[in-house]
């Protein structure tokens, strides 16, 4: 191959490389991957553990302060929606993924919204 051909396809590849590099890239991790860093961000969330605390909650005779599951609901307008349950009662949660900062590589960036604690007494 001549000198000159080969010097046009290097420039080329470089300038597709440097296209490439400058575009915002987003890409959806695997769903286990998602689910699992959605119920860590609620488990690692300050608001959902001052809600079920039973000494700081509404329902202090009733929130036990633990966990007991964390149901997946689906997705609703703002995110991904799960039910939180403790004790006999249950706390609604939307987790809201954004992409990474502009021009950084990773996953997505996590938001946690708490609803109201809902008892039966």
Do not use: W
Not at 22 to 34: S, T, V, W
Not at 39 to 68: C, H, N, T
Not at 104 to 110: E, K, T
């Amino acid at each position: 191959m001549p000198h000159h051909i080969k010097e046009y396809l290097m420039t080329k590849l470089i300038l597709a490389l440097v296209a490439v590099a400058g575009l915002d890239l987003f890409a959806a991790l695997p769903p286990y991957y998602a689910r699992n860093a959605q119920i860590q961000a609620i488990l690692s969330d300050a608001k959902v553990a001052q809600e079920i605390q039973p000494s700081f909650g509404r329902f202090p005779s009733v929130a036990s302060g633990f966990i007991d599951s964390i149901i997946y609901q689906g997705p609703d307008r703002r995110g991904q929606h799960f039910l939180v349950h403790t004790g006999k009662c249950r706390l609604s949660v939307t987790v809201v993924s954004s992409p990474p900062p502009r021009r950084m590589v990773g996953p997505s960036v996590l938001t946690v919204l708490s609803g109201q604690l809902d008892c039966r007494q």
